[in-house]
């Protein structure tokens, strides 16, 4: 894999209530990075499972992997019946119509050593949306562990009541290599989280190798803690689709987050033999318990990213200048 996406992953790479850390909520970042990115990081698992932003406007064009290769994220707020699409852009097939044509209004975006932050206008309702990687360097087991989260805070504009539904829809090029590759759907309740999983039938782990490669081996998952406002369901496109329904947002913001991760089964292939990642220990813990994990600790892993971004930007900063400052998450693949 090449050496400069390597040493973005190493230096680099959203968030429940008004949790304060530093100078304000997990929402509003400390330290703002002024440059504007050739690419914006939303997902950075490892170099198979990543998700990139090419375009200045998160809903100006489809997600992609740093290849290129669409792997499709679509996010949608809806406020009084009318939706607002705030990532990603849909690719209909030949005679399908467009569900989400009116594209919320970005108001900002700031990327961060292990965060990236979003700000949409969607009518009458502000949409904050933080991904975060917490890749700390100090913490090999929480930098390994293939879960990042996606969140979310939503509040009204106007002053008035709305009735919000955010929605975030994966899709299933997220587990292949190429999109002729059939895959398998399924959605899971365990100890307290509800799970939405796709991968491909063949299974073929750790069988391709090369640059221009996606992992189609392994399972990718979005997953959510189970609430009476939040759904996790199939749609009819074998698509996974996380909703949160909130009847009454006001001028007081309402979040969550969900957490997105990829189990690869086998890392990598050491004189033939097939070695599981960092964080499994030898199998004695799996994706179940690493998503659990993530569940239980969010707060305290979004306030440790927060602390080590702000401390990141500041070192940087006085080390190499703002520009220096940057450049810390913004290198893409040559």
């Given amino acids: 894999m090449k050496k400069a996406f390597l040493i ?14 530093g100078s304000g ?26 998700v990139w932003s090419f375009a200045d406007e998160l809903n100006a064009d489809v997600t992609r992997h740093w290849t290129g290769k669409e792997q499709a994220l679509l996010g949608v707020v809806d406020v009084d019946g009318v939706s607002y699409r705030f990532m990603g852009k849909e690719t209909p097939e030949e005679g399908a119509s467009v569900r989400f ?9 700031n990327v961060l050593p292990t965060q990236t932050y979003y700000t949409f206008e969607c009518g009458p309702v502000l949409l904050d949306v933080v991904f975060t990687a917490p890749l700390l360097l100090d913490d090999l087991d929480r930098m390994s562990m293939p879960v990042n989260y996606i969140s979310w805070q939503v509040r009204s504009a106007d002053q008035k009541k709305h009735e919000v539904r955010v929605s975030v829809e994966a899709f299933s090029s997220l587990a292949v290599n190429t999109e002729d590759q ?26 391709r190798k090369g640059d221009d490669v996606r992992i189609d081996w392994g399972y990718f998952y979005l997953a959510a803690q189970v609430e009476k406002e939040t759904v996790m369901e199939v749609g009819d496109r074998k698509q996974l689709v996380y909703s949160h329904i909130l009847e009454a947002v006001s001028s007081s913001p309402k979040a969550g987050f969900l957490m997105v991760g990829y189990d690869d089964l ?22 179940r318990q690493a998503f659990e994990e993530s569940a239980k600790e969010y707060r305290s892993v979004m306030e440790r990213c927060r602390h080590f971004d702000t401390r990141l930007m500041e070192d940087a900063e006085k080390a190499g200048g703002k520009e220096a400052r940057g450049l810390l998450r913004h290198r893409i693949p040559a």
């Fill in 8 to 21: 973005l992953l190493i230096c680099c790479q959203g968030i429940l209530l008004n949790v304060s850390c």
């Fill in 25 to 50: 909520s997990l929402f509003e970042p400390d330290k703002r990075n002024a440059l504007r990115a050739p690419s914006y990081p939303l997902i950075s698992v490892d170099p198979y499972t990543s």
């Fill in 266 to 287: 086998y890392a990598i292939q050491y004189f033939k033999d097939n070695r599981m990642a960092y964080w499994k220990h030898n199998g004695k813990k799996n994706i």
């Fill in 101 to 109: 044509a009116t594209a919320a209004r970005q108001l900002s975006v």
């Fill in 182 to 207: 059939a895959v398998m759907v399924e959605r899971e309740v365990e100890n307290g989280i509800s799970y939405l999983k796709t991968g491909t039938a063949e299974q073929a782990v750790l069988l």
